[in-house]
């Protein structure tokens, strides 16, 4: 059974950070693109940033330079390491994982279950 478990989401001081962590488990997914995404209540989920087979990253605006992505293959594990938290990063925030780039970002194969971040002010 192929399953993303996320981690390390929690309440936290806006300035603070946080790093999430997805772990793979079923198959590898190396070969795979990895994504995080995240819902805040009552809007739509929206990809964060994005990470393929050979490490090429990408981060929406309103992360960039606060945020990074990155993947440890060893350990079948992607990384979400967010610095400069603002209230408005709050939201649950869900690991993805497709065979492609495209697929990743519009209709992940697989999703985890989310783990909340919230930032208070």
């Known amino acids: 059974q192929v399953q993303l478990l996320e981690s390390g989401g929690g309440l936290v001081q806006a300035g603070g950070s946080l790093r999430l962590s997805c772990t793979a488990s079923?198959?590898?997914?190396?070969?795979?693109?990895m994504a995080w995404f995240r819902q805040a209540p009552g809007k739509e989920r929206l990809v964060v940033a994005t990470?393929?087979?050979?490490?090429?990253?990408f981060h929406v605006d309103s992360v960039k330079g606060r945020f990074t992505i990155s993947r440890n293959k060893g350990k079948n594990t992607v990384y979400l390491q967010m610095n400069s938290l603002k209230p408005e990063d709050t939201a649950v925030y869900y690991c993805?994982?497709?065979?492609?780039?495209?697929?990743?970002?519009?209709?992940?194969?697989?999703w985890g279950q989310g783990t909340q971040v919230t930032v208070s002010s």
């Open positions: 079923g198959r590898t997914f190396n070969s795979y693109a």
């Open positions: 990470i393929t087979s050979s490490d090429r990253t």
């Open positions: 993805a994982a497709d065979s492609t780039l495209v697929g990743v970002t519009t209709r992940p194969a697989y």
